[in-house]
C-alpha cells in the first residue's frame, strides 16, 4: 500500500501500547486520504488530518455509515461482502472486505489468543438466524475455525437440538466450546438441561427480537444452571469489524494486541470519556486496513482496565445488530 510505511500484517505481532499508538497514527493518516467516505466525513468536522498527532484526537466515524455507504479504499474491490443480522425495515449494515486472508489472520490469531490452539478443540454452533440469512461475517469465521480444529465432530447445528444434545453427553471429555446466539442457547436448555462442567459456552448476538431482553446476570445464571458450567463466556464482534473480542466470564472483555476501545461522551461524541466512566463505545480495530478502523459504534460501555471493557447497553433507538446487546 502506497504512504504506508511498514507491512500490514505486523499489527499481529504488536507488544506496546507505543506500538500501537503509533501504527495507529500512521493508519489513520493513510485512511484519511484513502478511505473516500473517512476523507468526506474528517472534511466535514472542518479537521484537517494532518495536525492529529495522538489517537484521542482522532475521528471515529459512525457506524451508520456503513448502511449507507461504501466504506472500502477507493484502488480496491472487494472479495466479498458481508451483511449484518438486520431486518429489511432499519437496513443491513454491508462490509466491502478486499483482503480475506487478512480477516482469516485477525480473527484465528485473535481466538487463540483468548483460547489457546484451535487444532483438536470440539466447534459447535449453534447460529440458526446468521445461517438462514446468510453473508455473515460469524458464519464465514466460525466455518474456518471448525475445519481448523480438524475435530469430527464439530460442525453447524441449525433445528438439530437432539443431534446437539446427543454430541455434547458423548464430548464430555474433550476440549469443546459451544457458541451460540443467546436466544438459541435458551431454547436449547429450555428442552433439555445437560451437565457439562469442562464446556465452554460462549454466547453472542443477543435476542434479535426473539426474546425479551434480560440482564447479563440473570442470563448468565440461567445459562450456567442448563449447561451445568460455572460461567458464561461472550463474543464481542460485529458486522463492520474484522477483529473480535472475547470475554470468559462476568462480561469483561479483552482485546486482542491489534484491537482498543476508548469510550467517548454520550453528549459529546467527539470527546472522549475518563476511565471507568460510562459512554459511547469506539472500537479501533487495525485489521480494518482497507475500510476504516475508527469506528463509533452505538454501544454503551465502559473500560476497565488495561485492555478490557465491558458493555453496558445500547444508545436509545438503535438497531438490533450482531453484538453482544445484555443490558448490564
Not at 500500500?1 to 511498514?6: A, E, G, R, V, Y
Not at 501500547?17 to 486520504?33: S, Y
Not at 453473508?135 to 466460525?142: F, R
Not at 469442562?198 to 448468565?220: A, F, S
Given at each position: 500500500?502506497?504512504?504506508?510505511?511498514?507491512d500490514i500484517k505486523t499489527i499481529f505481532d504488536i507488544n506496546s501500547?507505543?506500538?500501537?499508538?503509533?501504527?495507529?497514527?500512521?493508519?489513520?493518516?493513510?485512511?484519511?486520504?484513502n478511505i473516500p467516505v473517512y476523507k468526506e466525513y474528517i472534511s466535514s468536522l472542518e479537521l484537517k488530518s494532518g495536525n492529529i498527532n495522538k489517537i484521542e484526537e482522532i475521528p471515529f466515524l459512525p457506524i451508520q455509515f456503513f448502511k449507507s455507504r461504501e466504506v472500502i479504499e477507493k484502488a480496491n474491490a472487494?472479495?466479498?461482502?458481508?451483511?449484518?443480522?438486520?431486518?429489511?425495515?432499519?437496513?443491513?449494515?454491508?462490509?466491502?472486505?478486499?483482503?480475506l486472508n487478512l480477516y482469516q489472520q485477525s480473527f484465528t490469531k485473535g481466538f487463540e489468543a483468548a483460547y489457546g490452539d484451535i487444532y483438536n478443540t470440539c466447534i459447535i454452533a449453534l447460529l440458526p438466524n446468521y445461517q438462514e440469512q446468510?453473508?455473515?461475517?460469524?458464519?464465514?469465521?466460525?466455518d474456518s475455525l471448525i475445519e481448523q480444529s480438524g475435530h469430527s465432530k464439530s460442525g453447524f447445528y441449525l433445528n438439530e437440538n437432539n443431534a446437539l444434545l446427543d454430541?455434547?453427553?458423548?464430548?464430555?471429555?474433550?476440549?469443546?466450546?459451544?457458541?451460540?446466539?443467546?436466544?438459541?442457547?435458551?431454547?436449547?436448555?429450555?428442552?433439555?438441561k445437560i451437565d457439562f462442567s469442562?464446556?465452554?459456552?460462549?454466547?453472542?448476538?443477543?435476542?434479535?427480537?426473539?426474546?425479551?431482553?434480560?440482564?447479563?446476570?440473570?442470563?448468565?445464571e440461567i445459562l450456567c444452571a442448563g449447561f451445568g458450567v460455572s460461567k458464561i463466556h461472550s463474543e464481542y464482534g460485529m458486522t463492520e469489524l474484522l477483529s473480535q473480542a472475547y470475554s470468559c466470564g462476568n462480561g469483561v472483555f479483552n482485546t486482542p494486541a491489534w484491537m482498543k476501545i476508548l469510550i467517548r461522551e454520550i453528549n459529546d461524541p467527539l470527546s472522549l470519556c475518563k476511565e471507568n466512566k460510562t459512554g459511547g463505545v469506539n472500537v479501533i480495530d487495525l485489521a480494518n486496513i482497507n475500510s476504516c478502523c475508527f469506528i463509533s459504534?452505538?454501544?454503551?460501555?465502559?473500560?476497565?482496565?488495561?485492555?478490557?471493557?465491558?458493555i453496558i447497553g445500547r444508545f436509545d433507538n438503535s438497531d438490533t445488530r450482531g453484538c453482544n446487546l445484555m443490558i448490564g
Open positions: 500500500m502506497s504512504n504506508l510505511s511498514f501500547d507505543l506500538e500501537f499508538n503509533e501504527k495507529a497514527l500512521k493508519i489513520f493518516h493513510w485512511q484519511a486520504k472487494p472479495e466479498i461482502i458481508f451483511k449484518s443480522s438486520g431486518t429489511t425495515e432499519t437496513g443491513r449494515s454491508q462490509h466491502f472486505v478486499s483482503d446468510g453473508d455473515s461475517s460469524l458464519i464465514y469465521m466460525i454430541t455434547l453427553l458423548e464430548l464430555r471429555k474433550s476440549k469443546t466450546l459451544l457458541i451460540g446466539v443467546t436466544y438459541a442457547l435458551l431454547d436449547f436448555i429450555e428442552k433439555q469442562n464446556l465452554i459456552v460462549m454466547e453472542t448476538g443477543g435476542m434479535k427480537g426473539r426474546r425479551k431482553e434480560i440482564v447479563r446476570e440473570e442470563l448468565h459504534t452505538q454501544d454503551l460501555g465502559r473500560v476497565i482496565g488495561n485492555d478490557q471493557f465491558e
